[in-house]
């Protein structure tokens, strides 16, 4: 079975398209709480390390049902491109617990989410171009995420930081260099899940699945 076009692999990704946009949303709440002092969505910053985690962890999840089938297209970098999106899951999980229970700073919990979505944008990166040389998506999907994936991977700059254990600077160089992947992580990354997920599943509609 090609589970690049099964249902459970449109489901997952609008599942991570949806938290992706979750997580962005209760991330300008926060910001918006802060500048404006509105203390009522101060919570929104715990709450969007929490979205976070489970966004990276449910990518991880999407990887794994896509590994069958992108083993058989891509036999010798599959297995790492997996572990390395579990990988990517477990270090976004941990920054954000490093944050929540207040053992590190912003600085340092945001390299682990820059470096741990950039293994996501790894895997996201060679998946796309599988599909692109097999025809199985679109061209234009397949391209788009191509473009996510590359941007995430910016993020993987920020092993750096996390290699020095850089905290307590929320500007630093290198935090603003690695945050330029946010642009795949937080925008381009869940449009492209929930494009995936909708022409799945619109697919499968139209063909009577």
């Known amino acids: 079975m ?8 449109g489901l997952l990704a609008l599942l991570v398209g949806i938290t992706g946009i979750l997580a962005v949303v ?3 709440l926060f910001f918006l709480g802060l500048f404006q002092d509105i203390r009522s969505l101060s919570e929104m910053g715990r709450l969007n390390d929490t979205i976070n985690s489970l966004a990276s962890i449910l990518s991880a999840v999407l990887a794994s049902v896509l ?3 992108l083993r058989r297209l891509s036999p010798r970098l599959s297995l790492g491109l997996l572990m390395g999106t579990w990988i990517g899951a ?10 929540v229970t207040g053992r590190s700073d912003v600085e340092l919990s945001s ?5 741990g979505n950039g293994l996501v944008g790894a895997w996201l990166w060679m998946l796309n171009r599988s599909a692109r040389r097999h025809d199985i998506w679109p ?5 788009f995420g191509f473009i996510a994936g590359t941007f995430m991977m910016w993020g993987l700059i920020s092993v750096y930081g996390i290699l020095l254990r850089l905290d ?16 795949g992580t937080g925008i381009l990354y869940p449009i492209w899940c ?13 063909s009577g699945v």
């Open 194 to 206: 929930l494009w995936l997920g909708h022409w799945i599943l619109s697919k499968q509609h139209n």
């Open 111 to 115: 390299y682990y989410f820059f470096f």
């Open 67 to 69: 590994h069958p089938t």
């Open 26 to 28: 209760t991330l300008l």
């Open 90 to 99: 477990i270090a976004v999980t941990f920054g954000s617990w490093l944050i």
């Open 2 to 9: 090609n589970q690049f076009t099964s249902r459970l692999t």
């Open 168 to 183: 307590g600077s929320e500007y630093s160089p290198l935090l603003m260099l690695a945050g330029i992947s946010f642009f």
């Open 139 to 143: 061209r234009n999907l397949a391209q």
